[in-house]
């Protein structure tokens, strides 16, 4: 008799789980996934996305049909009159407030602070390097070579500087599409050192970084 | 055997109504209760195709079975994602093998390769994976312990700090090939390591293998807005994965295997990132491991022979 009682009694209990766990997946209960974090997306059309250089060149604006007033100078200044600089006490150059864009701030303990340097004296549209022969403001790379001779050594072996298209820019087919950008594409050529800049923003890890600084629903 | 006959005739009168009844319901509850178990499997949107279930190992597909998965992927995509993608099986070129040259000194830490290449690659947005790691390091060590990642100054480069951007070191000795179970990784020819992420079962072996962490693996379905899809694809490179599927940078087959490229190199704002065909005598990769003096091969000591190299320059 107590045999039958105690079948009797566990098969009541598992008669039950099986009711329990026949609700239980039948209405999902312990199966829901916590929904995921929606992370902000970087805007499209952000600066961080582009893959323009820092600045653009004579060439750039030429080749684009861009503003190129800038660099025609004798719409201001005159021909036949020979431009001369200003220095102050301390024998730095007053820049001028027509040029009030240009930063000097090439070379240190400001030293190189004449824009004869560069610039000829006699064709403000001409470029001076040091060998003294002319070019023009889309042959600057060759102007800034003149000084920085190694790094012009590198730039042209590829391993300095920004380049863009082919890796294998040997091949015939493959050369138009290769760009080596010039110098003043990324250098500021009266402030050549890189400008810093906001960084982009950090990776969200999934345990590291649990509250980011920014709100969830910006997904579009 | 005439006895056991003889009680096998008779069990069936032993079996009672009630007996009968109670052990029915009992069987009848037990076979309910599967059913609602795998009631969820009914719902599984994720799950494999037929065709995707049957098709054969990467490297056994004839060029028009090839065709065949393509267009599927293809159809799955536009599926998804209401466009069609541009989707290809590259192969690796002859008498190419791929180095990649960073150079330290150049490099401001500002991130735009790491989001450049989440955009090329088709990463998950959301949870992120991203398969560039910039490390701030101070200077006079290389001891990436000491290296801070979630670094977010108002302006890099910071001073006393350099920046290390990490990523799949494209090893010639890959620890993350050996422990594939399944042979769903492999190097290539031209030294780029490519997963097949339908032949990846998700063991996540070759993260634990990995010692750079270039490996990351999709806990869920990737969350990539339609709007974001990059169409020109290729089938070992940016594809969509699904999830459960492991995924590291692969030099960008879809674009180098195509001549171009990588993503990170056209976008570096520095010209910190040099890629190119090592064997060809004019590339400047050749020209840097020819002329530069200092390399490094991250974790050098491990024996893994990474085809990234770190250099410095004046």
Redo the contacts between chains.
């Keep these: 008799m107590g045999d039958k009682v105690k079948k009797r009694a566990v098969l009541s209990v598992l008669f039950v789980i099986a009711v329990f766990l026949i609700g239980g997946f039948w209405f999902n209960l312990w199966g829901k996934v916590s929904p995921v974090r929606q992370l902000p997306l970087i805007d499209a059309d952000s600066e961080l996305l582009k893959t323009d250089t820092w600045r653009k060149s004579y060439a750039d604006l030429v080749r684009e049909k861009g503003d190129i007033d800038v660099f025609d100078c004798y719409t201001c200044h005159d021909k036949d009159k020979k431009q001369e600089l200003k220095y102050d006490k301390d024998n730095q150059l007053v820049v001028p407030e027509e040029h009030s864009d240009v930063v000097m701030g090439h070379g240190t303990h400001g030293r190189n602070n004449n824009c004869y340097n560069c610039h000829n004296d006699e064709n403000l549209t001409q470029l001076q390097p040091r060998d003294g022969r002319p070019l023009k403001f889309d042959q600057s790379t060759q102007l800034c070579g003149s000084c920085h001779g190694p790094t012009l050594r590198d730039w042209e072996s590829g391993s300095h500087g920004r380049t863009s298209g082919h890796w294998d820019h040997k091949i015939e087919d493959n050369k138009p599409n290769f760009v080596k950008k010039d110098c003043v594409n990324c250098h500021d050529p009266h402030k050549p050192k890189f400008p810093k800049r906001k960084p982009a923003p950090p990776p969200n890890h999934l345990r590291e970084n649990p509250q980011p600084s920014v709100q969830s629903d910006t997904e579009n | 055997m005439d006895s056991r006959s003889t009680t096998n005739s008779a069990e069936p009168l032993a079996l009672s109504r009630r007996s009968f009844l ?1 052990s029915s ?2 069987f009848g ?2 076979a ?2 599967l059913a ?2 795998l ?2 499997l009914l719902s599984l949107k994720d799950g494999p195709s037929m065709e995707q279930f049957l098709q054969k190992y990467y490297k056994e597909l004839t060029p028009e079975e090839m065709q065949k998965v393509l267009e599927r992927i293809s159809r799955e995509v536009e599926k998804e994602y209401g466009k069609r993608p541009h989707l290809r099986d590259l192969k690796p070129m002859d008498g190419v093998d791929f180095a990649y ?1 960073l ?1 330290l000194s150049r490099c ?5 390769c ?3 290449c989440v ?1 090329e690659n088709n990463q998950s ?4 994976i ?1 398969y560039i ?1 910039v490390l701030k390091m101070p200077h006079g060590t290389f001891d990436v312990e000491k290296s801070e ?9 910071e001073k006393g700090y350099f920046y290390m951007p990490v990523q799949c070191q494209q090893c010639k000795n890959p620890p993350c090939v050996k422990v594939c179970p399944v042979h769903a990784t492999w190097q290539e020819p031209d030294g780029i390591t490519v997963i097949d992420y339908d032949w990846c079962i998700g063991c996540r072996y070759c993260m634990a293998a990995c010692p750079y962490g270039a490996r990351h693996f999709n ?2 379905k990737p ?1 990539i ?1 339609a ?2 899809l990059n169409t020109e694809m290729s089938y070992l490179g940016n594809r969509p994965r699904k999830k459960g599927v492991t995924e590291k940078c692969h030099f960008c087959v879809q674009r ?1 295997r195509d ?3 990588p993503a990170c ?7 910190a990132r ?4 090592v064997l ?1 005598h ?3 990769v050749y ?2 491991l020819t ?2 003096r200092v390399f490094i091969q991250l974790k050098e000591e491990l024996g893994t022979n990474p085809r990234f190299f770190y250099y410095f ?2």
Excluded: W
Aim: aromatic share 8%; proline share 9%; hydrophobic share 30%.
């Design positions: 109670r319901a009992l509850a037990g309910v209760a609602a178990s009631k969820p040259f150079n401001v830490g500002c991130r735009k790491v989001h450049a955009k947005r959301s949870p992120e991203q790691r990642h979630n670094y977010n100054p108002d302006l890099v480069p806990f869920t969350g807005p709007d974001r180098t001549g171009l490229y190199v056209e976008v570096c704002p520095a010209g040099k890629f190119g065909n060809d004019e590339s400047e020209k840097i002329t530069k320059d004046v």
